[in-house]
């Protein structure tokens, strides 16, 4: 609405200056070299506008043909562009279906048209590894980190390439010099601090972590922080234990509930008298995640103290998760090094239907120190086997015996973790005692305790199932064969169906009936 009016007053004001001259006819002399030229105003005027356009049209004429050659030159340049354009796409969406022809017919004409724009050089690169050709690849990723426009990328692609051949000094130099060059690109710093974790270089993963500290969330932080100061610790407690009680108390301080820093500090606390101390940072470690590592602190804070003692200390630290099968473990443990046999039975007792390895032995080990019963040992031994499997810690696959602050696989920060391996397998069925079987067990009389238990005592046909038995087979029955659930690839502490097959020639009965299996 305002450009309207504003038009309008223009066109005003033009229409009354016409005609102000209009009214005004007036005169105009020129004398020039003996001419002169008598007119009125207006025709002077129309004369002059006159002249004034046709100067602008031969203005613009003449520069229209200088410049043509450059048009023509920028006409070219802008074509060319938008064929390296439309290649490229292409390009880079057959490489993304996997169609190899379109991607190498593509990349090979924006290399004709346009062999150094940066998307050029990506479009090659990616087109070399899809094809696997590995040096025409690394070609183009150092020509790209030989830029200042593309050096990021150019060295994202060495680090991977390096990878992938497993050169891993030429992928730790590629990865300091992107985090050196670019601070805020996440794989560099990523990979910069696993490979010095994976070299125990604490000191600098700590560094490295501080400067970074922005772009992590701050639970992520603390919980890395922790594990680094716990790897420090751990790493310093041989040499330096006055250093390593400083940083895995830090450690503790930042994750409580991170079970290796908190039964690491439990022991160099009760080490220095800190009894208290240490109770309340392994009883709230516990309560989050009970672990095996710190009930056996707990239980040996003192030193010095009785079996009694360590059990008396182990139920106060069970009481704070009741049910708990580590709970159960550990007050069983305690109970049988205490000789209380009906403590430890009645720990493991709500365990017993499925029983994991760890009840399972146990429960041979109550059976020989309470009974002398080496025939139940045996049998819960047997049940070990095949019974469930107990959490361990495990990363991408790797099962350790220790806590490890990096993944041995894969180089991952705190990728350890307690569970139970191969999780989604399917336990083998265990085996049990049929009634009949368990009817002769009970009618059986129990030795005494003081006696020392004769040769193959308590392996009597009580042990023995009934459609076992001789007088009652009708012929041989051949065993049922457990399905393997990955038959190929099997985990490194999974023998395999080889072993389940071992396992099961030896339980077949030979010519001295079922004792061959406990042999």
Not at 93 to 101: K, L, S
Not at 239 to 262: I, S
Not at 389 to 414: E, K
Not at 505 to 511: G, N, T, V
Request: contains cysteine; hydrophobic residues 50%.
């Amino acid at each position: 609405m305002i450009r309207i009016v504003i038009f309008l007053i223009v066109v005003g004001l033009l229409a009354y200056g016409v005609a102000f001259v209009a009214d005004r006819p007036g005169e105009v002399v020129v004398t020039w070299q003996g001419w002169r030229v008598e007119t009125s105003l207006m025709v002077l005027g129309a004369a002059l506008l006159a002249a004034m356009a046709i100067l602008g049209l031969f203005w613009t004429l003449v520069r229209a043909v200088l410049s043509s050659p450059f048009a023509f030159l920028n006409f070219l340049h802008r074509r060319r562009g938008e064929r390296a354009y439309a290649a490229i796409s292409r390009g880079l969406i057959a490489v993304g279906a996997g169609d190899t022809a379109a991607a190498l017919k593509s990349a090979a004409e924006v290399k004709r048209i346009a062999p150094a724009e940066p998307l050029a050089l990506l479009l090659s690169a990616q087109t070399a590894q899809l094809t696997g050709d590995r040096e025409a690849a690394d070609r183009a990723f150092r020509a790209m980190a030989g830029r200042s426009d593309t050096k990021a990328l150019g060295l994202h692609g060495l680090f991977i390439e390096a990878q992938r051949r497993d050169d891993l000094v030429s992928a730790r130099a590629y990865a300091e010099e992107a985090a050196r060059t670019s601070p805020t690109l996440g794989w560099a710093g990523k990979a910069v601090l696993e490979f010095r974790c994976a070299t125990g270089d604490w000191a600098g993963a700590l560094a490295l972590l501080e400067r970074g500290k922005r772009a992590l969330d701050k639970d992520a932080y603390r919980r890395q922080r922790a594990v680094m100061l716990t790897a420090r610790a751990v790493a310093a407690e041989e040499a330096d234990r006055d250093n390593a009680k400083l940083f895995v108390l830090e450690a503790v301080k930042l994750a409580p509930t991170l079970v290796p820093a908190a039964a690491l500090a439990g022991r160099l606390l009760a080490e220095g008298g800190e009894l208290r101390k240490a109770s309340r940072i392994i009883g709230k470690a516990w309560r989050a995640n009970p672990h095996p590592d710190l009930a056996q602190v707990f239980a040996e804070l003192r030193f010095g103290d009785t079996a009694r003692d360590r059990l008396k200390r182990i139920e106060g630290l069970v009481k704070k998760t009741p049910g708990h099968v580590e709970g159960a473990l550990a007050l069983a443990r305690a109970a049988l090094e205490a000789q209380d046999f009906a403590k430890a039975r009645a720990a493991l007792a709500p365990f017993l239907t499925t029983p994991t390895k760890r009840v399972a032995l146990l429960m041979a080990m109550l059976e020989r120190a309470e009974r002398g019963d080496e025939g139940r040992a045996r049998e819960w031994t047997a049940r070990a086997v095949n019974a469930a499997p107990d959490p361990a810690w495990t990363a991408d696959g790797y099962v350790s015996d220790r806590w490890l602050p990096v993944s041995p696989v894969t180089g991952r920060l705190d990728a350890f973790a307690w569970r139970v391996p191969l999780t989604g397998m399917v336990s083998a069925p265990v085996i049990e005692p049929e009634p009949a079987a368990q009817a002769m067990v009970a009618s059986e009389p129990k030795p005494d305790r003081g006696a020392a238990p004769r040769e193959n005592e308590g392996l009597q046909p009580a042990a023995v199932p009934a459609a076992a038995s001789p007088s009652r087979r009708r012929g041989p029955r051949a065993q049922p064969k457990p399905e393997a659930v990955i038959p190929l690839v099997h985990a490194p502490d999974d023998p395999g169906p080889e072993a389940i097959e071992e396992s099961e020639r030896r339980a077949e009965p030979e010519s001295g009936g079922w004792r061959k299996i406990f042999e």
